[in-house]
């Protein structure tokens, strides 16, 4: 039973996402008045269908994803006609491109202001108490003499300390070196001398403290606040990522259809928190990935679009088709590095060897 629920969980999940991308593409056609031949919940034969306006509403025997048809999608078979894709202005096939990516977003932020407003969410608390302190072999003594509840006001030469980002930006490079800190306890004050040291996982100074976490529930609109701050935080960290990787010639660590699964099969036995956002990061990354210019995806096209507004004039037909063969290519590439990482996560190359 809870295997099955495993596999529901994946195919519900994934296939709801990839059906809300292809949603946002079909509102932003709608707007503008492009003529939508199918709008297809799922792939291979239908099980349901209903035909409305010129447009075949259908699900589909396969619950995976989803896909609209629109005229004049194919640049060889555009006549120019009202009601037909490629031949809108430059600016609404840009809007009908970014509906898509925009959709997963705003999935992502109700998904994770939904989770906000249900389960809570920790908080740094308010006047810079201290939670915890680190005890491993590189903490500094002087952070013995630091207690939970300890309130760090500000640093030597002045330096007030107003946030937690605000002491890791003054430390972060005084590695080795001494520093006082003006201390209260409950209604006692005092001035701590204590050596920075090196954190052996990111190479920056630390003194082996960490904030007090509180756990709260935010009203409706903070939630969708934080909703908003959390998807641009996974946003940010993703881009970082991934361009520290491509200056650094490293390879990236990334999930295929295979991690993914597998990731959502876990977070399906987890419990719903788990799950939830997991949806939530997961739209986001088809959202962010739809967004980079690559050929072919939505990305790609919207540069193609931008190229067209500046140059006044439609990009030709075998332009575009060699343009889309090169993104084909690049995705079919990483689609398989994707793959390859997720099997030698699996240990797979291991059992071969065997």
């Given at each position: 039973?809870a295997?099955i629920?495993q596999v529901?969980?994946v195919i ?8 809300i991308?292809?949603?946002g593409?079909f509102?932003?056609a ?6 939508i ?12 269908k ?7 509403y259908?699900?589909?025997s396969i619950f995976f ?5 629109m ?6 078979k555009t006549t ?8 809108l202005?430059w600016?609404?096939?840009?809007w ?5 990516p925009l959709?997963?977003y ?9 989770v906000f407003?249900?389960?809570g969410?920790?908080?740094i ?5 201290i939670?915890s302190v680190t005890?491993?072999y590189?903490m500094p003594y002087a952070s013995?003499?630091l207690?939970d509840g300890?309130?760090?006001k500000s ?5 007030k300390?107003?946030t937690w980002?605000n002491l890791s930006s003054n430390i972060?490079?005084k ?7 003006a201390?209260?306890?409950?209604s006692?004050?005092f001035?701590l001398?204590?050596a920075?040291v090196k954190?052996?996982v990111m ?6 403290v960490?904030p007090?976490?509180l756990?709260m529930?935010?009203?409706f ?6 909703g ?9 960290m993703t881009v970082?990522?991934l361009?520290?990787k491509?200056?650094s010639?490293?390879k990236p660590?990334?999930?295929?259809p295979?991690?993914i ?6 977070a399906?036995?987890s419990g ?17 990935f ?15 679009f ?7 004039r439609?990009?030709?037909?075998k ?10 290519v690049f995705?079919?590439?990483?689609f ?5 990482s997720?099997?030698l996560?699996?240990g797979?190359?291991?059992l071969?060897k065997?």
């Open positions: 039973m295997v629920l529901v969980g519900v999940g994934l296939g709801f996402l990839v059906f991308h292809e949603l593409h509102f932003a709608k707007m503008c008045k492009v003529r031949l199918t709008f297809a919940f799922g792939f291979g034969p239908d099980l349901i209903y035909t409305y306006r010129g447009t075949k259908c699900i589909k994803g989803g896909f609209i048809s005229a004049g999608e194919s640049p060889a120019g006609a009202s009601g037909e894709y490629l031949s202005k600016y609404k096939k840009v009908i491109s970014l509906a898509g959709l997963n705003i999935l992502a932020v109700f998904i994770f202001a939904f407003n249900i389960w969410t920790n908080q608390s308010d006047g810079f108490l939670g005890e491993n590189y013995l003499m207690g300890d309130k760090v640093m030597e030469d002045g330096v300390l107003s980002n972060k490079n590695v080795y070196k001494q520093a006082v800190f201390v209260k306890r409950g006692f004050s001035d001398n204590m920075i954190n052996p190479s920056i100074g630390t003194i082996c960490s007090l976490i756990k529930k935010p009203g609109f903070k939630s969708i606040y934080f908003v701050q959390t998807s641009i935080t996974q946003t940010a970082v990522y361009v520290n491509i200056i010639f490293e660590d990334i999930s295929g295979i991690g699964m597998q990731v959502m099969a876990n399906t036995k719903i928190y788990d799950y939830l956002r997991l949806l939530a990061i997961i739209s986001i990354a088809l959202g962010l739809n967004l980079f210019p690559i050929p072919m995806v939505d990305g790609g096209m919207m540069v193609l931008f190229i067209e507004g500046i140059i006044k439609r990009i030709s037909a332009v575009v088709q060699v343009y889309n063969t090169i993104g084909l995705i079919f590439g990483i398989l590095f994707a793959t390859y997720d099997l996560r699996l797979v190359s291991k071969l065997k």
